[in-house]
């Protein structure tokens, strides 16, 4: 039986999409998976949908401060939020942020995935800012970028090839039905599987037929 194609479609600026992005990162080594990550633009797909980011009802901020502390210490990914934040994400515009890392994608595919993690780690562990130039300088020089490199991937991120890129990545998640991140699809049995959410990859085992041993499994089947 052949490999089972995982896209993984994610904004930086989604905590939840970081929980999905490390569990997956653990389990492509273990399950029977290819797994593709798909930098997409949320505010995109929000849009487009007719979505609303779910700080905006009272009860519901409220819950998910609770959730994600909760998700954070039980996925083991270091997460620090507080009721500041739904303010602070509000007012970040992260498509420079994911333009930068689809230049990355296009170009140094081999950094996707230590840039991708990066950009969470500034802003949702340290809650400094992604959306300005000399941020994304100094996360890509954690992420080993050279100063050379770095500098090319911010003259691209305006170039209508990484713009259209971004564009059309995040118009395949929405053509797959998703309406908000993580949104991961996986390409099994002929046909796409859509999952929404970082919960949900216990379900995707269930229909791969993987077995699941929590989010974060021992290198021991």
Same mark, same amino acid.
């Given at each position: ?18 929980l999905g992005f490390e569990?997956? &990162?653990?389990? %492509? @080594? ?5 797994? &593709? =990550?798909?930098? $997409? ?9 007719? *979505?609303?980011?779910?700080?905006l009802l009272p009860k519901? $901020?409220?819950?998910? =401060? ?21 303010? /602070?994400?509000? *007012?970040? *515009?992260?498509l420079g942020a994911m333009?930068?890392? #689809?230049?990355?994608?296009? #170009? ?8 991708? /993690?990066?950009?969470?780690? /500034?802003?949702?562990? %340290? @809650? ?13 020089? =954690? $992420? !080993?970028?050279?100063?050379?490199? #770095? ?17 059309? #990545?995040?118009?395949?998640?929405? *053509? ?10 996986? @390409?099994?049995?002929?046909?796409? @599987? ?5 919960? /949900?990859?216990?379900? =995707?085992?269930?229909?791969? !037929? ?12």
């Amino acid at each position: 039986m052949g490999r089972t194609v995982v896209e993984f479609f994610y904004d930086v600026v989604s905590p939840y999409s970081w929980l999905g992005f490390e569990v997956l &990162c653990r389990y %492509q @080594h273990m399950w029977n998976i290819d797994l &593709c =990550l798909r930098p $997409a633009f949320l505010g995109g797909i929000m849009q487009a949908t007719g *979505n609303k980011p779910p700080g905006l009802l009272p009860k519901r $901020a409220e819950y998910l =401060l609770k959730d994600v502390k909760r998700m954070a210490k039980y996925y083991q990914v270091p997460i620090e939020i507080s009721e500041s934040d739904f303010q /602070r994400i509000l *007012n970040t *515009n992260s498509l420079g942020a994911m333009r930068f890392i #689809t230049a990355i994608d296009m #170009t140094q595919p081999q950094y996707l995935e230590p840039l991708s /993690r990066e950009f969470w780690t /500034r802003f949702w562990s %340290q @809650h400094q800012d992604i959306s300005e130039p000399e941020s994304i300088v100094a996360v890509a020089g =954690l $992420a !080993g970028l050279s100063s050379e490199v #770095t500098q090319e991937l911010l003259e691209m991120i305006s170039t209508p090839a990484v713009k259209n890129r971004l564009k059309e #990545t995040t118009e395949k998640a929405i *053509n797959y039905g998703a309406f908000g991140m993580p949104s991961f699809v996986a @390409h099994f049995n002929g046909e796409p @599987h859509l999952f929404f959410g970082s919960d /949900r990859i216990e379900l =995707l085992g269930s229909i791969i !037929g993987e077995k699941w041993l929590g989010p974060v499994p021992s290198s021991k089947m």
